[in-house]
């Protein structure tokens, strides 16, 4: 059975940072492209940054790029996410999600099969 964790999240003022662990277990974590999702308060859950299995590939988008940074070791099974000069506009629940392939799709949910409980990060101004 797969499992997601995330753990990190917290309150913090504008510019700060944070950092979100994903704990993965139940499947072969190394071989498939991972994800971190979030959701704000009546809006749809939204993509923010993508890795390949081997961590070589990463896809960010554009309101986060230059202060978000993803990564992952595949030997302790564990997704990261590093937040800097946080903005109030990130405020929402982070999800991680992994799919079945090596290589990330389009950071869209539809393409994510499995999804961890979600952690939340408040950013106030």
């Known amino acids: 059975q797969v499992q997601l964790v995330e753990s990190g999240g917290g309150s913090v003022p504008a510019g700060g940072s944070l950092s979100l662990s994903c704990a993965a277990s139940?499947?072969?974590?190394?071989?498939?492209?991972m994800a971190w999702f979030r959701q704000a308060p009546g809006k749809e859950r939204e993509g923010v940054a993508s890795?390949?299995?081997?961590?070589?590939?990463?896809r960010y988008v554009d309101p986060v790029k230059g202060r978000f940074t993803i990564s992952r070791d595949n030997a302790k099974k564990t997704l990261y996410l590093r937040m800097s000069s946080l903005k109030p506009e990130d405020t929402a629940m982070y999800y991680c999600?992994?799919?079945?392939?090596?290589?990330?799709?389009?950071?869209?949910?539809?393409?994510?099969?499995?999804w961890g409980q979600g952690t939340q990060v408040t950013v106030s101004s």
């Open positions: 890795i390949s299995s081997g961590g070589i590939v990463t």
């Open positions: 999600a992994a799919t079945t392939t090596v290589y990330c799709p389009v950071l869209s949910t539809q393409f994510f099969h499995y």
């Open positions: 139940g499947y072969t974590y190394s071989s498939y492209c």
